[in-house]
């Protein structure tokens, strides 16, 4: 009995094994120290500003946390504390494991499949958010903590006095995208965290920007009580300070990833700033979101268009939805059966690669309503989605990967199950019905 069941997960696994194709080997880029030096002589840092009127807010500045469970984040006393200053939101959703792929998507709207933080390169041809506020001229910047200069491409910057984990590219999520590293304009966008104070004190932070902590403040080496203690210690003093939080400037603070894998992927996410009306301080929001609601948030707020992929259909922040004419009807997911611990397959999976990128949505109006990006449509000619992006969620029924799920609004509902057979995945709701409810939107 024993020996018959490990001769069929045997042979399974080599089944399953065979059908992927091994990914080709990339490149990791490593600068000498000479070179270090020289670029950080060299390289030129831009803080460009802007001033483009936004829904509910004007400004929007990401700080990420790294690899904590919600419960856990909503017991400490310095998040306890954070989550008094605005709103908690009780239902956000990282999208994977481990690190690299939530911080990718969180600004190009997939993961494509990324399973790993090894050192990968997106294709030009992959539009981030960041060229969807260009279409307006809405000021982007980036600080990452340790980093040596404005657009190091390198995979890590260590301390150079203990060697100790500083800077990460795995955390960068602008600089994994060739649309970005070929633009020498946007290299000197994606800045160290040292340009923060230098910006907050000209009056020159960007209407966009994500803030990444260093392997020690985010709680990577540290753990969760270290990096709310840092979090709060570095925005107690900014929210008070107007060339930071200036009037509708919105806050989001989340964390990449939960801990614990086998559970369920929730994090503990908050909304700060001055763009959140004083009545609301201290109050929840329940609504699902996921990393890509932030992107669809972006997006409805300053009237962008999509980038095609999973902030497609992603729900929007209610400060913001409760603001669009119409006004924007989120989704109810049933995240029961949901874990969101796992990537499909795709070009970036080490596990499960598959060679094609697939193609972008771009005939939907999508969640913000404003179509997709013009350039999107120029590289990949106008068709349906490789993959159902205008689901509220990413959900991947050929491999079975977050399925199991349901979504309902006003009354409609989709769904998607997967039977036991990873070959026999059943879409319940048939295309047809899908097609009716979204068109009825
Ligand atoms: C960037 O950050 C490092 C480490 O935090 C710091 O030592 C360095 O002075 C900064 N570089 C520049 C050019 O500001
Ligand atoms: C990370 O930054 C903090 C300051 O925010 C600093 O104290 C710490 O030494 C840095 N970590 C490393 C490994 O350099
Ligand atoms: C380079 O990046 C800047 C800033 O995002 C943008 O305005 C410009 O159009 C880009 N240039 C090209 C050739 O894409
Ligand atoms: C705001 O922050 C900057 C940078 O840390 C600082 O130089 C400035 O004094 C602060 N302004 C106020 C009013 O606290
Ligand atoms: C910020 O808002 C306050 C109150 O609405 C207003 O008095 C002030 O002029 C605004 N400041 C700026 C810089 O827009
Ligand atoms: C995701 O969670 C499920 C349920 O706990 C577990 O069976 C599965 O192994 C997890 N997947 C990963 C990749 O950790
Ligand atoms: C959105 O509108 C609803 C209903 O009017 C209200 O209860 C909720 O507080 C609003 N949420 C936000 C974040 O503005
Ligand atoms: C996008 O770029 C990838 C990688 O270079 C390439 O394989 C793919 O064919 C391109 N897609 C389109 C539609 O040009």
């Known amino acids: 009995m024993f020996l018959s069941l490990f001769t069929i997960a045997f042979s399974a696994s080599t089944v399953f094994a065979s059908t992927w194709p091994s990914p080709p080997e990339q490149t990791t880029i490593k600068l000498s120290p000479s070179e270090i030096s020289a670029s950080r002589a060299s390289a030129p840092t831009l803080s460009p500003t802007s001033n483009v009127e936004g829904k509910a807010f004007d400004r929007i500045i990401q700080i990420w946390l790294e690899n904590t469970d919600y419960d856990t984040a909503a017991r400490n006393s310095d998040m306890k504390w954070l989550a008094t200053q605005g709103i908690l939101l009780t239902n956000f959703w990282a999208l994977t494991h481990p690190s690299q792929p ?40 980036s600080y990452m903590e340790g980093m040596p200069f404005a657009g190091f491409q390198g995979d890590r910057y260590v301390n150079q006095e203990n060697g100790r984990n500083n800077y990460v590219r795995k955390h960068n999520p602008l600089i994994l995208y060739d649309s970005v590293t070929s633009n020498a304009t946007r290299l000197s966008l994606v800045k160290n965290f040292t340009s923060l104070d230098q910006d907050i004190q000209r009056n020159f932070i960007p209407q966009w920007s994500f803030i990444t902590p260093n392997m020690t403040s985010d709680g990577h080496d540290t753990g969760l ?12 003093p900014l929210l008070e300070n107007k060339s930071f939080n200036a009037n509708h400037t919105l806050i989001l603070l989340t964390f990449d990833e939960n801990e614990k894998y086998p559970t369920q992927n929730h994090v503990f996410t908050l909304l700060l700033g001055s763009a959140i009306p004083s009545a609301l301080y201290g109050t929840h929001d329940a609504t699902f979101y996921t990393h890509y609601s932030v ?62 990128w697939p193609r972008p949505e771009t005939k939907e109006a999508c969640a913000a309503g404003y179509g997709v990006l013009e350039q999107v449509k120029r590289a990949w000619g106008e068709g349906e989605g490789g993959r159902k992006y205008t689901w509220p969620y990413p959900v991947d029924e050929a491999s079975g990967n977050n399925v199991g799920g349901s979504a309902t609004r006003a009354g409609q509902s989709v769904t998607v199950a997967s039977t036991p057979s990873p070959t026999s995945i059943q879409f319940l709701v048939s295309r047809a019905v899908y097609d009716a409810i979204m068109s009825w939107r």
Not at 226 to 232: D, E, I, K, V
């Open 102 to 141: 939530n911080y990718l998507a969180a600004v190009g709207g997939d993961t494509h499949g990324l399973d790993t933080d090894d050192f990968y390169a997106v294709p030009a041809n992959i539009s981030t958010i960041v060229d969807a506020l260009d279409t307006k001229g809405i000021s982007w910047g």
């Open 225 to 236: 009580p270290h990096a709310a203690s840092w979090t709060r210690n570095f925005l107690t």
């Open 295 to 356: 992107l669809s948030t972006v997006e409805a707020n300053w009237g962008l268009p999509s980038l095609g992929r999973w902030d497609c259909g992603a729900n929007i922040f209610q400060l913001v939805a409760n603001l669009t004419s119409p006004r924007y009807v989120n989704w109810d997911v049933e995240t029961k059966n949901l874990y969101f611990n796992s990537t499909y397959p795709g070009p970036l999976s080490k596990h499960r690669y598959q060679a094609e």
